[in-house]
């Protein structure tokens, strides 16, 4: 069961307003974890699912990517993309702090691009481990991801948390009394543009927590605010994918061009 993340995420709509002080926190640690702070932006693809931006650090690619959970670009932020070639990643990666949505994903992919995981990292399947680890206790998904009808078949019980009316979701006002309690909590990498990972990461310490999706920024920032595995991806042929994000393909069509998925374990989390 692949575990990226493929559904148009209307789960939770990018907030119009400045991140809430816990969210703005967390943003602020993962832009100072950046290991290419000063890569030089040199190409941004856009399209109306993803975007993904590239940049160079001395001879060294650094590719990220981000959704867009469908937000709109407006005619400001279209000049903001003709300013954002030749910008470093830092600078651009603090685009996370602002109101706008379609500039929180700008940022979120500046923030990706920036970030290097450790190599070598071991063959996981986050859906098998959620499965392996939910056999006893609640178990929490954060958006409908491809496998959902899947791992409901594998846990003790699952709770789907959409606020989309689809089937098989759970209540939002039962959310906050599940999430004290689950065992294991699958999240996806957008809460991070929508403003709610430091929340549910907060509301959920007891609870064994993969962040999944390519919108994941791999960084150990994450293990330290209670993620035990970041199951996110990388670019490894930026060309071919910058193509089919610019004519509005989605994740799941354009992953076999050239993305290679990752899943980052916290030290010791599997010993």
């Not at 990018?14 to 967390?26: D, G, H, I, N, V």
Request: aromatic share 6%.
């Amino acid at each position: 069961m692949k575990t990226n993340c493929t559904h148009q995420d209307q789960n939770f709509l990018p907030s119009q307003r400045p991140a809430p002080s816990r969210e703005l926190k967390l943003i602020s640690e993962l832009i100072e974890s950046i290991q290419h702070p000063e890569a030089v932006i040199s190409e941004v693809a856009v399209g109306s699912h993803f975007i993904g931006i590239r940049a160079e650090d001395n001879g060294i690619e650094c590719v990220g990517l981000a959704s867009t959970l469908g937000a709109a670009v407006t005619a400001e932020e279209w000049r903001l993309l003709d300013e954002l070639p030749g910008t470093p990643l830092a600078r651009a990666a603090e685009l996370l702090k602002s109101a706008s949505a379609f500039a929180i994903s700008l940022g979120a992919a500046a923030l990706n691009a920036g970030l290097v995981p450790p190599p070598d990292l071991p063959n996981l399947e986050a859906s098998t481990i959620m499965a392996e680890r939910g056999k006893h206790g609640e178990t929490v998904l954060v958006g409908e991801f491809p496998f959902t009808d899947w791992l409901r078949k594998e846990v003790q019980t699952l709770h789907l948390f959409e606020l989309r009316d689809i089937p098989g979701r759970t209540s939002p006002a039962l959310w906050d009394e599940i999430l004290s309690r689950c065992r294991v909590l699958g999240l996806t990498g957008t809460t991070l543009i929508t403003r709610a990972m430091a929340a549910y990461l907060e509301k959920a310490p007891q609870a064994f927590t993969i962040v999944i999706g390519p919108t994941t920024p791999l960084s150990p920032v994450l293990f330290s605010h209670g993620a035990d595995i970041l199951a996110g991806c990388r670019v490894v042929s930026p060309g071919p994918v910058f193509e089919a994000i610019r004519q509005g393909m989605s994740f799941r069509d354009f992953k076999k061009l050239g993305v290679r998925f990752l899943a980052w374990p916290r030290p010791g989390t599997l010993a």
